[in-house]
């Protein structure tokens, strides 16, 4: 039996609305597009459509520091960058992709953000200056706090509505 319309607007999401919502990429590297970038084409885009916000280096803001921290997270004042933090370089794709620039989130093409990563990657030290980063690379590359987090014990249960 079909539901009614409840408040006479929306349609039914087709298979094509659901397949462009999902954008999502996974710890695995599920869902990363084709497409490459290099450290070199990351510099570009980094300068061109991040460092007003980023700072040139990535560690000068005014918006969050992208670069350093490495081993201050056992400290009294712990900063929280890409390579200090992060465990998973297929999550820098998935949320630059997702919701960078700030001003015009999901506008980079995927060249632009594997080039994006590959310099972000480099600047923290985690790959070499003549790696091309893809879908098939990026997900063997080891984040420095790869074992950082612990997973939540607790069993999921189900709403009691």
Known sequence: MAEEAR?????PAT?????????????????????????????????????????PTGTE????????GHGSLATEHPVKTI????????????????AMPFTA???????EVYSLVAWLLHQNG?????????????PNVTMPNRDGFVADPRPDVESRE
Request: charged residues 15%; hydrophobic residues 35%.
């Open 126 to 138: 985690i790959i070499p200056a003549t790696m091309v980063v893809d879908a098939q690379t990026l």
């Open 105 to 111: 989130p999901q506008s980079l093409t995927a060249d």
């Open 15 to 55: 298979e094509a609305d659901i397949k462009a919502w999902n954008i999502d990429i996974t710890p695995t590297g599920e869902g990363l597009p084709p497409g490459r970038g290099t450290v070199r084409q990351g510099a570009a885009v980094y300068s061109n459509k991040c460092a007003a916000c980023h700072g």
């Open 83 to 98: 390579g200090s933090y992060w465990p998973y370089a297929t999550t820098l794709y998935d949320y630059i992709f997702r």
């Open 7 to 11: 408040y006479g607007f929306g349609q």
């Open 61 to 68: 803001g005014p918006k969050d520091r992208l670069v350093g």
